[in-house]
């Protein structure tokens, strides 16, 4: 029984370190979407204010 409730207990920290991980992970992911976002709109900014000049014009 002891060795079955030690089980028990390393399962159940597994599995909350497991959970720990992708709140990690999602905040990265958010994160990571929101730099993205933000260097479209500076990229696309650019494009705008400073039009590439066409070959032979």
């Keep these: 029984m002891a060795k079955t409730a030690g089980a028990l207990g390393e ?3 597994a599995v909350l370190e ?4 992708q709140a990690r992970l999602i905040t990265a992911m958010s994160d990571v979407e929101r730099e993205q976002w933000i260097t479209h709109l500076i990229v ?3 494009i ?3 039009p590439v000049e066409r070959p032979g014009s």
């Design 11 to 13: 399962l159940t920290h």
């Design 18 to 21: 497991l959970a720990r991980g």
């Design 44 to 46: 696309r900014s650019q």
């Design 48 to 50: 705008t204010a400073d």
